[in-house]
C-alpha cells in the first residue's frame, strides 16, 4: 500500500514523500498512526549523531488505530487504539524479569532497519528505506510494528494527546514512580525541564512529595514547573545549583534527577543529594563521555541510578499512564504543541531552539 512520510534522505530535514508499504507478516500489525510525538533522539537521530542509515523514517511516539494483523497475531485486532512504545524481545531473562528496557536485544530491535528475515518493508522510488526505529518508525500515515510493542488503551481517550507515552512520559513519570518510588513528604530536586524532567515533576507531585525543586535555563520552563506542582524554581546562572538546592533543603534533597544528560548537570544532581540520597539519570550523553563527580560525593551511602524509558513494562505502566491523564492527575497534554505532518521541520526548529516542549505531529492527510 501506499503511505505518506517524514523521509529524512540528508542529516537535519525531513520531506514528505510516498513511501509503498508491505502487508503485515507473523506477528506484526498495521497501525493507522493518528499522531506521534518528537523526543530527543529523534533529532540525535535525524542529525546523524547516532547512526542510523539513510533514507531512513524515524519517529518513536507513535499512537493509533490497527486497521490489519498478520496471521500470527492475536493480542490485539482491527480497530483497538493503541500507543506504541519501544521494543523489546519478551523472552531473554531480563525480559522475563519484566525489565523490558534492558532487553538483551534492544539495541538491535530498537536500530533496526529492516525485518528480521532481512527485508526492507518499506520503499520510496523503488529503493528500499530504513525503517523499525525504537519498533515504529512513526513519522508517518502507517507504521508497522511487533504486536507485542503496541499497548492498547481505552477507546474513549483523544488519541494525539497520549503520543508522548510512548517514550519521554514514560521515561519521566517511571523515573519517579517506578524507579525512586518516594514516600510521601520525601524531598527532589529536577534537573532539566524538558518533556522528561516536567513528567518527573508531575509525577513527584503525584507521590505527594513535600519538596519539589525544578532546575533550569529557562524561565518559561520554570513556570510550567510550577504549574504541573514545582514548590521551588531554581534559574541556573553561574552559582552552584546543588549549592542552591542546599540554601532549600538543609544537607541536600532526598531524590535529584537529571534529565539533561549533560556531565556536569549529572554531577550537580549527585551533589545535590543528601549522603544517603538517591540520584537517578535520565539523560543520555554519548557512550565515551566522563561524568565529573568529585570522589567526596562517594563518602556517604548515596545510591546513584540510571534508568531507560523509567524501567516501564509498558504494557502495564501505559494504561495506568492514560488514567492518570484522563483524570487530570497527569496533564502532560499541557507542555504539548501541534503541527501537520507537512510542517515537521518546523516542529524541529521549535524544539531545537525551545519553543516548544513537546512537538505533537499529527498525520491527518492534507
Ligand atoms: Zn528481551
Ligand atoms: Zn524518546
Known sequence: MEIRAAVTREAGRFSIEAVDLDEPLADEVLVRLVATGMCHTDLVALDQHM???????????????????????????????????????????????????YCQTARQLNLAVRRPDGRCAHHAAGQPVSAGFFGQSSFASHALVRERDAVRVRGDVPLAALAPLGCSVQTGAGGVLNVLKPSAGSSIAVFGLGAVGLSAVMAARLAGCGRI????????????????????????????????????????????????????????????????????????????????????LLLGGRTIRASIEGDSVPGLFIPQLVELQRTGQLPFERMCKVYPLDAINEAVRDCRDGSTIKPIITMDAA
Not at 83 to 99: E, I, K, N, Y
Open 213 to 296: 525543586i525544578a532546575i533550569d535555563l529557562h524561565g518559561t520552563r520554570l513556570d510550567m514547573a510550577a504549574g504541573f506542582g514545582a514548590t521551588d524554581l531554581i534559574k541556573v546562572d553561574d552559582t552552584s545549583s546543588a549549592a542552591r538546592v542546599q540554601t532549600l533543603v538543609a544537607g541536600g534533597v532526598d531524590f535529584a534527577v537529571d534529565a539533561t544528560g549533560v556531565p556536569a548537570v549529572m554531577a550537580e544532581a549527585v551533589a545535590a543529594t543528601h549522603r544517603t540520597g538517591t540520584s537517578l539519570m535520565l539523560g543520555l550523553p554519548p557512550p565515551t563521555v566522563k561524568v565529573p563527580l568529585d570522589a567526596g
Open 51 to 101: 547512526p542510523y542509515p539513510l533514507p531512513a523514517i524515524l519517529g518513536h511516539e507513535g499512537v493509533g488505530v490497527v486497521e490489519r494483523v498478520g496471521p500470527q497475531a492475536s493480542r490485539v485486532r482491527a480497530g483497538d487504539h493503541v500507543v506504541l512504545s519501544f521494543a523489546a524481545c519478551g523472552h531473554c531473562p531480563t525480559c522475563q524479569a519484566g525489565r523490558p528496557a
